[in-house]
Every structure is written in C-alpha cells, then in structure tokens.
C-alpha cells in the first residue's frame, strides 16, 4: 500500500486537475458478494453431487484425464491445478533444501512431451466447467508457453496472468534465482464467469512465503494454503464444488472445505492416501470462513493509514 504523500506525489505529477483524493476508494470499498457464516453454511450443505460416481468431499487415485472424461457436463464451479512439472524433478535433490527421507517416493512425471499432456488434460475442461467457472492452473516459466498455449486450443480464454512470489529460490552461480510461479487465470465464458472482487485493489503479484513443514512427511512440492485460498476467495462462492486434477498433498480440499466449498480431486500417485486422509482427519469444516467485509481494514485501521481521505470521508458522510 502506498501513503497519502506518495499517492498525493504521483497525482501531482499526472497533473490532475479534478480533486482526486487519493484512497477515498478504499473507505467505500465493498465485495461484490458476501455471505454470513450461517449462509455459506447451509450453502454448503446444499451441495449435492453431481454423479453417484464421483463423491463430493474425496480424493480418487487414478490418472485425472480419464477421469475427468466420465465426469457429467457443466459440474464444477472451479479448477484449482498444479500439474507436475515435466521437467527433471523429482522433489528429492539436496538443492531443495529440503529433508530427503521424509519426500514420499512416487512423484509422477510425465512420459509423454509436457505439450502433449498439457493439452489432453487442459481440453477436458471446457466440458465439465459450467458457464461461470474458472481454471487457476500453476506453472513455472520453463513450462509456461504449454499451459497457454493448450488453454488457447480448448478454448479457454486467459483473463489474468498472475505471479506468485516467494522470497526463496534454488541458489544459482551465473543466473537469477528463480523465486516466481505462474497463475494462469483461465475462463470458459469471458462475458460470464464468476468473479467476486473482494479486495479495492486486487494486484496480479501475490507475495506469499513457501512454508516447508519440518519434520513431517510430504509430497515433493506443495502450495501454501494462502495462495489456493486467495483463488477459491477470488473465484467460488460458499457451496461450489472445487475440482483439483492434481491433489498431491490436498491443498486444494482443505482450503476448500476449511472455507465451506467442497471439493473432488485425483492423485495418480496411490502412496499419497495415508498422507492425504491425514490431512483431513482433523479438519473442521469452515473453520477458516470469514465473511469478506469482515476481512476489510477497518475505518480506524484506514484513518491511520491515510489521514487525509479519512477527513475527506468523514466530510462527506456528514453531508449526506
Ligand atoms: C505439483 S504436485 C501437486 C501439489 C499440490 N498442489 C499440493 O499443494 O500438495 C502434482 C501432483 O500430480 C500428481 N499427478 C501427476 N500426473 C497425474 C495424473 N495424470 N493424474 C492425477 N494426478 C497426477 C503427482 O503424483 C503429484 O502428486
């Protein structure tokens, strides 16, 4: 966020002339939708199924694309995925900085040219997306060009190009650390999909930190709750089914349910059960659901912050 002087600054140099008041936006700034515990809540449990087959709430351990192929048409409200990377990892090497016996053993990589399965699993989608549903798929910069480039031939349409940023990389010798990821924001109707604006000023650059969990055993890669979070907050409302081609871990089901979304999921990798019933054994359901005015700044916070658009709005309440 920057301050009243550096915003005043910045307006000065554009030459403004109408009386602009930098961040009074943000004293007036509302969600596009919220909802209350209670009505996520029975949201939730709204939701049914959408075939007997694939059971809301559950992880199934076989490969995704033939997977997604049997799953009924215009199901799933979003799509949070985090392919494999197709490139020579295998979540183990000393570089990760990471302890090597607790990585379960198993991490699949692709046979096939990363292109070619890009775009089998990414031309399954526009079918079993409904009309107002999004697709976040997360990828590093050496694979960027399949991911955009299989979303454009089925058809999905880019609407954000995000970066996740974490201050941490792989040390190199004669080249920049690597310390980014792409979120590839895709839709199936530009002129419908679901998008709740949450924040006054939504950047497309997230920085959030890795967290390695000591001491506890892992799959080899794995996304902070607060970026999947952000995607499910962005994209979904309570109720809606989440579906994650690519579980590992299950990031995606517990920042789904911890938020009153449901969600289904694959894992080709069958060692990965023991580690991902563990991970929702405990969970309570919604317990991380806030409603989105309630996770705004407070006035205080924002008079604070900028002092003289506080003044400004407290001007203008008056008068009306
Ligand atoms: C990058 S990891 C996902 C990590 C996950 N986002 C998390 O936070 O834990 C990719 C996962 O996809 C799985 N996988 C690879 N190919 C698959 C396929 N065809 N179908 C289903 N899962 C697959 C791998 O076994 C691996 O666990």
């Not at 009243?4 to 000065?12: F, I, P, V, W």
């Not at 909802?35 to 029975?42: D, M």
Request: hydrophobic share 35%; glycine share 6%; charged share 30%.
């Amino acid at each position: 966020m920057t301050t009243d002087t550096e915003e005043e600054k910045d307006g000065q140099k554009k030459g403004r002339t109408s009386p602009y008041i930098p961040n009074l936006a943000e004293f007036y700034f509302r969600p596009n939708f919220d909802w209350t515990r209670k009505q996520a809540e029975r949201r939730f449990a709204k939701t049914k199924s959408p075939s007997p087959e694939f059971e809301l709430d559950t992880v199934r351990f076989e490969d995704c694309i033939e997977g997604m192929r049997r799953f009924p048409a215009e199901s799933i409200d979003l799509v949070i995925a985090d392919p494999p990377f197709g490139i020579d990892f295998d979540g183990k090497s000393g570089v990760y900085n990471r302890d090597e016996r607790l990585v379960i053993e198993g991490y699949e990589e692709t046979d096939e040219s990363y292109h070619e399965f890009t775009s089998k699993w990414l031309v399954e989608l526009p079918r079993i997306m409904k009309p107002e549903a999004s697709a976040y798929v997360f990828s590093g910069w050496t694979n960027l060009d399949a991911v955009l480039e299989g979303a454009r031939d089925a058809g999905l349409v880019t609407l954000n190009h995000l970066i996740w940023h974490y201050p941490f990389g792989v040390y190199t010798r004669k080249r920049f650390v690597t310390s980014h990821y792409h979120i590839v924001l895709l839709v199936k109707d530009s002129r419908k999909y679901f998008f709740n604006k949450i924040e006054n000023y939504p950047e497309d650059v997230w920085s959030v930190k890795r967290r390695y969990r000591t001491g506890l055993s892992k799959n080899a890669t794995k996304l902070p709750l607060e970026v999947v979070s952000r995607c499910i907050d962005f994209s979904s409302r309570p109720g809606d089914i989440v579906l994650d081609p690519f579980m590992g871990n299950g990031t995606t089901a517990v920042a789904a349910l911890l938020n009153f979304r449901h969600f289904i999921g694959f894992e080709i990798n069958k060692r990965l059960r023991p580690l991902l019933d563990k991970e929702l054994a405990n969970l309570v359901t919604g317990e991380s659901y806030i409603p989105y005015s309630e996770r705004l700044p407070t006035i205080k916070d924002l008079a604070k912050l900028y002092p003289k658009a506080y003044r400004e709005y407290i001007r203008r309440e008056k008068e009306t």
